[in-house]
C-alpha cells in the first residue's frame, strides 16, 4: 500500500498516480476486473515530472469538486457513478465507472501558450500544425486545434503524437470520435468560462470505452488539466498570470537546475499556489471554496 493511501472501509488500494489513488471494492479481484473504482484526489503536487513537497492544502478537494461541477455542466456522457463516499476522503472522493481507458491525453488548444508557444517561436507550428505567421503569446488561434499526446506508462514522458498517430495507436474510428468530442467539450467549456470572465486557453481531456460508448473520465477542466486566464488581464497583456501551479513552476525554473532532488517548496509559494486554486473555484463556480480540512 502506498504510504499516502489510507484504510478505507470496504475498499482496497490498487494505484498511486500523481495525484489521485485509485481503490477497488473488497470484493473484485484486482483492478482489471473491477466494474467501478474510488478515486480519491490527493493535495499532491507535479512539476517537470518530478513531485514536490509540501503539497497544496485544499487542492484534492478543490479539483474534484470543481470537475464535479463540470461534468454537470458538459452535455457528455461521464465515468461518475456516485459522490456517497467512506467520510475520510469526503469531498475528494468520487466513485466512477471502470472504463477501458484510451492510451491518449486529449489535448485542445484555443490560445497559444506553453510548450506550443515554444514551438512556434522555432518553427511556426504547434504539434506540427501550421499556423499563421506574427502571433504573440497568448493570443488567440483562428479556431481551436486538437493536438493528441501518447499518455505514457508512469515514470515516462507524455509525447505529443500526430493525428495520424493517434489513429495507429486507437484505431480510425476511436481517433476521430475523440478528436470530434474534444474539440466539442472545448467549445462548450469556453462558452460557460466566458460567462464569468475567464478564458481557457487549453486543456486536455481523457477518455475511456464502456462497451464501445466513448465516455469522458479522469478530471475534465480543472485548474491542473487546464490553463486558465481572466479575460480581464489578458486584454491588458498580462497574459501569463494563469490559475494553476505556474507560481510553483516560475519559483523551480528560479531555484533549481532540474537535476537531482527537487527543492522544497516555500510557504509562501504554496499559499499563493493555493490562492490560486481557490479564486479560480469561486469565479467560476460562483460559490466558496470548500474549507481546508
Known sequence: ?????????????????????????????????????????????????????????????????????WFEKLDFANHVLSTDVP????????????????????????????????????????????????????????????????????????ENISYEQSIDLVGEEAAKAIRDASLNLYQQGAAVAEQHDLIIADTKFEFGSD??????ADEVLTSDSSRYWSREAWAEGRRRESFDKQIVRNWLSDNWDKTGVPPELPEEIVQQTAARYRELFEKLTGESAPAER
Not at 466494474?35 to 517537470?48: C, E, G, K
Not at 515554444?118 to 483562428?142: H, M, N, W
Not at 462497451?211 to 469522458?216: Q, W
Open 1 to 69: 500500500m502506498s504510504s499516502s493511501a489510507l484504510e478505507l472501509p470496504g475498499w482496497k488500494h490498487v494505484y498511486s498516480g500523481k495525484v489521485r489513488e485509485l481503490y477497488i471494492p473488497l470484493s473484485a479481484e484486482s483492478l482489471d476486473t473491477a466494474t467501478q473504482v474510488l478515486m480519491v484526489a490527493s493535495d499532491r503536487v507535479s512539476a517537470f515530472d518530478h513531485m514536490l513537497e509540501p503539497p497544496i492544502p485544499g487542492k484534492g478537494e478543490l479539483l474534484n469538486q470543481m470537475a464535479l461541477w
Open 87 to 158: 467520510d475520510a476522503v469526503a469531498g475528494r472522493a468520487i466513485i466512477a465507472k471502470r472504463l477501458k481507458m484510451y492510451p491518449l491525453e486529449a489535448v485542445v488548444r484555443g490560445y497559444i501558450a506553453g510548450s506550443g508557444w515554444d514551438e512556434y517561436q522555432r518553427s511556426g507550428t504547434v504539434c506540427g500544425i501550421e499556423l499563421p505567421a506574427g502571433l504573440e503569446f497568448g493570443d488567440k488561434l483562428p479556431e481551436p486545434i486538437y493536438t493528441p499526446a501518447f499518455k505514457a506508462p508512469a515514470g515516462q514522458h507524455d
Open 211 to 216: 462497451l464501445g460508448r466513448l465516455v469522458l
